[in-house]
């Protein structure tokens, strides 16, 4: 089993526009509760059989931690592959560096 560090986590954003039944319409049930929304995210599962676990995060955070912006250019160059779809809102995160230079989603530097 992989350890949860080391599995990539993408982000994709729906186009503008575009409503949360447009884009999945099987989460049709209102996310009204930490609950229902805990409850809805850990139903996801995909047809190779991945499952997904999740659990309310209760603990509290210090708050106004400054990331200066050479050290969020750092951590993007290292961990962030920007997709070639709107980069700025869909991505993946890597939990440890990678290397962008055969990524099929990474947009060339030409563009």
Known sequence: MTPPASIPLSSAAHPPGATQAQVA??????????????????????????????????????????????????????????????????YTICAKPTDHSNHPTRPNNSE
Not at 34 to 57: N, P, S, Y
Not at 64 to 80: S, V, W
């Open 25 to 90: 319409p099987s989460w049709a049930r209102p996310l009204t509760s930490h609950e229902v929304i805990i409850e809805t995210i850990g139903a996801v599962t995909t047809k190779t059989g991945l499952k997904v676990r999740a659990a309310l995060d209760t603990d509290s955070y210090p708050k106004g931690i400054r990331i200066t912006d050479k050290d969020m250019k750092t951590f993007e160059a290292r961990h962030l592959q920007r997709h070639q779809f709107h980069g700025d809102r869909n």
